[in-house]
């Protein structure tokens, strides 16, 4: 064996400078994660495994390469498997602590993001949270594709606590914000639109179970394993919002400075769209027509042959109503919406609601006969903390509001509730590819546009 000194004698200026530039990145990655949590420090013991990968090679990594003369099949084979397990460890942190891919699947936040929009979403921007379920497949979100057999892509231990690092800020009101799916922690795995609480609300639990064929087996998920949701933050920790005539209203906190103790209307986002009932004299829409307003295939409905129904925008709704065979256009009921947050325990609707509450962390609130379904959830499955009527309740987190811009064809905050601060993954910031169903190809002019807000 080699002696110390003839392994350094050996080294390269470039293994040196490689040792030096990966030995760098690794104590700076370290120094992040253990930001207020000093005992992470401890993962620097790992240091000199990573300077010897590049010096004195004690530990042979490339152990394969003696097969280069000998077996050409086995080097092959050890070439392939070096490389994609490189590649995979590769996409694992960069997935868990710097961005992540994110398709828009739904048309909650049209017209600002669209559906087949493809997402860089920085996690980064608010803090990468350290992995809760850190035994995982790599780029797949909790269930394995069925060509390797399907199941569970995580699991279950270890377990990790929840953890933040640190960011550059946190979700402003306005912000578009990915986010796990709060209701997501039980799933009904033949349907899970809507959600496992809202079935259970419209059909009973005891249907639920019995109907496995038609619901299918109920499952769990920890706070990382549920689904990714994007919809814009219109409310912050701290904040009071209502909702009047489909115009949100929110005031701040009266110990913020400077104090907003008045309700203030929220600025629309121009993308803003509701449905509506376009009433016609039984003229029939052109698809050239729908299409240059800006109506997509998915969203063309006829209600009766006088009667068509649409989301629109406040220009598209002036476009539509230009067209003379129209006769008029009125805004979709609200009790069309269904039944909201907290589910059967309210008579608000989706374009009427609240005045409610967002918890900051270290709130302390009297909980009344009022507010208990409000904040129940948020004690029982976010927080796991004791909650009883006449008796104060401290939040142990901060949470948020969130709401599509496709108000009328979103499933948010409404229908749900809060956003614990744990169940934040990150911000997009620009769309990297946009495909069109429609068309089937490509929409170039939405490729690099931010999405920030």
């Known amino acids: 064996m080699k002696s110390f000194k003839d392994r350094i004698s050996e080294v390269t200026r470039g293994g040196w400078i490689r040792a030096g530039i990966w030995g760098t990145l690794y104590v700076a990655f370290v120094i992040w994660v253990a930001w207020g949590d000093w005992k992470s420090l401890g993962w620097l013991v790992l240091l000199p495994l990573i300077v010897d990968a590049f010096t004195t090679k004690y530990i042979n990594y490339s ?34 602590y710097i961005f992540q891919n994110y398709q828009i699947p739904s048309s909650s936040l049209e017209k600002s993001l669209r559906v087949g929009d493809f997402l860089y979403v920085s996690k980064m921007a608010y803090g990468a949270r350290v992995p809760q379920t850190p035994l995982s497949m790599p780029l797949v979100q909790h269930t394995m594709p069925e060509w390797l057999g399907g199941g ?146 998915a969203d063309r409905m006829q209600v009766d042959p ?33 039944d909201v947050y907290p589910l059967g325990h309210n008579e608000w609707t989706r374009d009427n609601y609240g005045p409610i509450y967002i918890p900051r962390k270290g709130d302390k609130i009297l909980i009344t006969e009022e507010n208990y379904w409000v904040y129940k959830r948020i004690a029982e499955a976010y927080e796991f903390q004791p909650m009883a009527i006449g008796e104060e309740y ?20 409404r229908y749900w509730g809060f956003v614990p601060e744990d169940h934040i993954v990150g911000r997009p910031v620009f769309i990297w590819l946009s495909i069109d169903k429609d068309k089937h190809g490509i929409r170039w002019e939405r490729i690099g546009r931010g999405a920030k807000r």
């Not at 401290?394 to 905050?413: E, L, P, V």
């Open 63 to 96: 152990w394969w390469r003696k097969y280069k003369d000998k077996n050409a099949f086995l080097y092959t084979l050890f070439s392939w498997i070096d490389a994609i397990v490189f590649a995979l460890v590769a996409v694992y942190f960069i997935n868990l």
């Open 152 to 297: 569970k892509s995580y699991l279950d231990w270890p377990h990790w606590e929840y953890k933040r690092l640190k960011g550059w800020t946190s979700p402003q009101k306005g912000d578009i914000v990915v986010f796990n799916f709060p209701a997501g922690d039980t799933v009904c795995t033949k349907m899970q639109n809507p959600d496992y609480y809202t079935l259970k609300h419209y059909y009973g639990e005891g249907l639920i179970k019995a109907r496995k064929d038609v619901f299918g087996e109920i499952v769990t998920r920890p706070v990382d394993r549920r689904e990714n949701y994007v919809k814009r933050c219109v409310g912050e920790p701290g904040d009071s919002l209502k909702i009047v005539d489909n115009t949100i209203f929110t005031k701040g906190p009266s110990d913020q400075v400077p104090s907003t103790t008045e309700w203030v209307r929220e600025p629309e986002k121009e993308g803003l769209q509701l449905n509506y009932f376009v009433h016609t004299d039984g003229h029939v829409f052109g698809a050239k027509y729908l299409e240059k307003i800006g109506i997509s295939v």
């Open 306 to 338: 006088q009667t068509w129904h649409f989301p629109l925008t406040e220009a598209m709704k002036a476009e539509i109503e230009k067209n003379p065979h129209v006769l008029a256009v009125a805004v979709e009921p609200e009790k069309q919406g269904g």
């Open 394 to 413: 401290t939040f142990q987190m901060d949470y948020y509001w969130m709401q599509g811009d496709n108000r009328h064809n979103s499933a948010d905050s």
